[in-house]
Structure formats: C-alpha cells, structure tokens
C-alpha cells in the first residue's frame, strides 16, 4: 500500500493569503498556501499524532474557505 506524508493538493484561484487567514481564525488550522508556476496550491503534512478527525477538520475548513462567495 502507498503511503505519503506530505502532499500538495491545487486548489480553486483564489487569494491565497485571505484563505490561509480565514483557515486560521475561523478553524485554527494553520497549512502553508502557495502560488507556484501560476497553480494555487494547498501544502498539507501529517504526522504521527495526527488522525482521520485532524483530516476531516482541514477538509471541512478548506471547504469553508474556499467556497465561492
């Protein structure tokens, strides 16, 4: 089975350093967000002491933030 920690995910255009601000004041989540050779992408690491609930947690969050308004 494959296994990666670390993953770069593209994400809808969008102001990425809003989004990162919305992640943490709304979520307190704290995921670095990158413009790099003109995607918008989302950097997400997971340790040892992270689980499925952390998951859910950013993948809820990433949806509140990214949403179109």
Partial sequence: ???AQL???????TDIETAKA?????????V?????NGR???RVSFQGYND???LARL???LELVL???
């Fill in 32 to 36: 670095p967000f990158v413009d790099w």
């Fill in 22 to 30: 919305r992640l943490y004041d709304e979520c307190r989540i704290e």
């Fill in 7 to 13: 993953v770069s995910c593209a994400i809808p255009e």
């Fill in 59 to 61: 993948m809820e969050g």
């Fill in 52 to 54: 499925e609930g952390h």
């Fill in 1 to 3: 089975e494959w296994f």
């Fill in 40 to 42: 918008k992408l989302v």
């Fill in 67 to 69: 949403r179109p308004s």
